[in-house]
């Protein structure tokens, strides 16, 4: 039972260009998203977060837009630097049920080429 | 201020063995999520605890596994009698009062049963 789905594994983008990143989710009790962001043999490092209440977040270079009649969330990253290569991953929590846990996608591996 | 440390980084264990992970959370964090990482899957949510209670046990398994936040000293994750099956990424996060759901990442423990 995959409440967040990541459904592109990998993707390729000119350097300077735009990449989307999308994840969908089915659980309605979902109200706090997140990216993060993970190289090899490391932990996810945060990027960013929305919270249900609103449909758009921006820092820097990344935004985060959330459909939640459609239960789609993206990440765009512009413009995309070869530094950004790595998996990304979405998470969602049901914080008002009392517990702060996430629930990750799977993931999808960017690649930025130069 | 340090961030979220795991140790070991990597832990070999026999099947039949017990893994012992540690985690100490960032300081003035007061919540401490454990999450495996399965080869080429994502995080999977384990265990969310405060200072001496476990507050979300439901992605635990049953059985041989268990987690402590005492009141000092680190969290620690135990798996008892290891099998093939449990060789994964553990990665610890923490977050801090009165926003849990803020969640920063350890480097992981990579545990290997042989």
């Known amino acids: 039972d995959q409440q967040v789905k990541q459904n592109s594994p990998s993707l390729s983008v000119q350097e300077g260009r735009i990449s989307i990143l999308n994840c969908d989710y089915t659980n309605s009790m979902f109200d706090y998203f997140l990216w993060y962001k993970k190289y090899p043999a490391e932990g996810p490092t945060f990027l960013i977060s929305i919270s249900s209440i609103k449909d758009k977040n921006e820092d820097g270079r990344f935004t985060v837009f959330l459909n939640k009649s459609a239960k789609h969330l993206s990440l765009h990253i512009v413009p995309s630097q070869p530094g950004d290569s790595a998996v990304y991953f979405c998470a969602a929590s049901p914080t008002t049920s009392g517990t702060y846990k996430y629930i990750f996608g799977t993931g999808t591996r960017l690649k930025v080429l130069a | 201020n340090a961030g979220v440390m795991q140790n070991p980084r990597h832990l070999v264990r026999r099947r039949g063995q017990e893994a012992r992970l540690r985690c100490s959370p960032m300081?003035?964090?007061?919540?401490v999520y454990w999450y495996r990482q399965l080869p080429e899957e994502g995080l999977k949510f384990m265990v969310y605890?405060?200072?001496?209670?476990?507050?979300?046990e439901s992605g635990m398994p049953k059985e041989r596994f268990s987690a402590e936040f005492p009141k000092e000293g680190p969290s620690i994750l135990r798996i008892q009698q290891v099998v093939r099956g449990d060789s994964a990424a553990y990665f610890c996060?923490?977050?801090?009062?009165?926003?849990?759901?803020?969640?920063?990442f350890g480097p992981g423990t990579r545990l290997t049963v042989t």
């Open positions: 605890l405060q200072k001496e209670n476990i507050i979300d």
């Open positions: 996060a923490s977050s801090p009062p009165p926003r849990p759901s803020e969640q920063y």
């Open positions: 300081k003035g964090h007061s919540h």
